[in-house]
């Protein structure tokens, strides 16, 4: 029955990021001389309210079933370790961003910023309410979808006799999720960092047994990254200049 609960959250997940199309094309029939820009910005509340109606109903949906998986059986944290790994959990998947990112970059060669943040920034900047839907409603939704009923479910079906076989079921199901959170995203240069994400995402919900941990670490993350990019844009600008200008000095000499 469990499986159940875990299908209609990946379905209410589709349903959520499919709803759009016939709002959009409600919108082109009255106005075929509307642009793609305009076709979006006209979109964005029924985005947001869309967002939010599927955060409810993956909540209620994941909360209705009392046969929980095997991590959330088993042995969970208190509250003040809860929120110990929330704090730490931040700083773990930054960290793990970051080398993710240098590899991306140094070794495999792709660009520096992924097109799928700055086309959500372009959102936020002109329909504020987009914030809800990038730091709140956002992760909710995928971190019910990609840890409970996709992850879980995967690590499930792994015999779990010794600590090889946990390692095992974790790998697998940590790069199945990360998988299908980076197609979910449309954004394969950046598919390394999604799947560093993945992973530090599921450990988390491994070692406390609770879903609220990864929830809160992604919305703290999204929250981090809208509010550097919008509050701090200018800054970031200008550092880039600054940078742009001690290569040009350095190449001098070199």
């Known amino acids: 029955m469990r499986r159940v609960y875990s299908i209609l ?8 990021q499919f709803a759009l199309l016939p709002v959009g094309l409600v919108f082109t029939a009255m106005d075929p001389s509307l642009g793609p820009g305009e076709l979006v910005e006209k979109m964005m509340p029924y985005q947001v309210l869309t967002f939010g109606l599927g955060a409810v109903i993956v909540v209620i949906i994941g909360n209705l079933h009392k046969n929980k998986n095997r991590i959330e059986l088993g042995k969970q944290t208190d509250s ?9 959990g931040v700083f773990l998947a930054y960290m793990s961003q970051i080398a993710a990112g240098l590899i991306n970059i140094y070794v495999l060669g792709n660009p520096v ?13 002109n329909s504020p309410w987009m914030i809800l839907v990038v730091v709140l ?4 939704i995928e971190e019910y979808v990609f840890r409970r009923a996709i992850f879980g479910e995967i690590y499930e079906l792994f015999p779990m006799n010794s600590t090889a076989q ?41 070692i406390t047994g609770r879903l609220l941990v990864p929830v809160m670490v992604h919305i703290i993350m999204n929250g981090l990254v809208v509010l550097i990019q919008t509050v701090f844009a200018d800054f970031l600008e200008e550092a880039e200049q600054m940078q742009n200008q001690l290569n040009a000095i350095i190449s001098l000499f070199m």
Request: hydrophobic share 65%; aromatic share 16%.
């Open 9 to 16: 959250i990946i379905l209410t997940f589709l349903a959520v």
């Open 80 to 88: 003040l370790v809860t929120t110990v790994w929330i704090i730490g």
């Open 113 to 125: 910023e992924s097109q799928n943040t700055t086309e959500i920034v372009d959102m936020i900047f």
């Open 137 to 140: 409603f956002g992760p909710i």
């Open 166 to 206: 946990k390692v095992l079921a974790f790998l697998i199901a940590g790069l199945v999720s990360g998988l299908i959170f980076a197609v979910a995203h449309a954004d394969f240069t950046h598919i390394l960092i999604y799947l560093s994400m993945s992973y530090v995402f599921s450990f988390l919900y491994v």
